[in-house]
């Protein structure tokens, strides 16, 4: 299948237990033929850089499995490709950022700070975010553009964008740390603030 690696080792044990091992290498072939057409951004110019193909290639996964999965019903196929889009998506922060701990960034010096604050960022390829604060006990900021969000109406799923948002609520919540997040572009806010407190 053409999930990104993260997504693709979270995806394969969720659809073969919801599916079964047969249905879901139906699936998995289904997808990556429809992938290889291009599909489903295939009426867009071709993406340029690391940020947009690497978000076509996240966000155009969940969309093609979701409609290979509506055929058994909406609710089954939003349920099915939100539980591997988070999955996923906790694999995927887990490997590139890792967690935030508190004490490494209470050791770090003023420029420190900066520099690894620009490799975080840098490692976000669907979001434009701007750092708000970064504290021994607290991180705010702000992403105010989504490239997932917007490739999931692109595409005619505004339904999906929520799904998008759910991988990071799990990652940046537990042990230690308590996420609040009081709007998304997903639901219609102007931008997504993230303050992380760590406890």
Not at 29 to 43: H, K, L, M
Not at 57 to 83: F, K, N, P, W
Not at 87 to 111: E, H, P
Not at 171 to 192: D, H, I, M, Q, Y
Request: with cysteine.
């Amino acid at each position: 299948m053409k999930f990104p690696d993260a997504i693709d080792r979270a995806a394969v044990r969720i659809l073969w237990t919801r599916l079964g091992l047969v249905n879901a290498l139906r699936l998995g072939v289904r997808i990556t033929r429809r992938a290889d057409r291009g599909e489903p951004f295939n009426d867009l110019p071709p993406a340029e850089g690391f940020k947009e193909i690497g978000s076509r290639a996240q966000a155009g996964s969940a969309i093609l499995l979701y409609e290979e999965l509506v055929r058994m019903g909406r609710e089954d196929a939003l349920a099915i490709t939100s539980e591997c889009v988070s999955k996923g998506a906790v694999l995927f922060l887990s490997q590139s950022i890792g967690r935030i701990d508190r004490s490494v960034l209470a050791a770090m010096s003023a420029d420190e700070q900066r520099s690894w604050l620009d490799g975080v960022s840098a490692k976000f390829p669907n979001a434009t975010l701007t750092w708000d604060e970064v504290s021994p006990d607290r991180v705010k900021f702000t992403v105010s553009a989504c490239r997932l969000h917007t490739l999931a109406l692109y595409a005619g799923h505004p339904e999906l964008a929520p799904v998008f948002c759910k991988g990071d609520g799990a990652f940046f919540s537990g042990e230690g740390v308590s996420l609040k997040r009081p709007g998304t572009l997903a639901e219609g806010a102007e931008s997504c603030p993230f303050t992380l407190t760590f406890e």
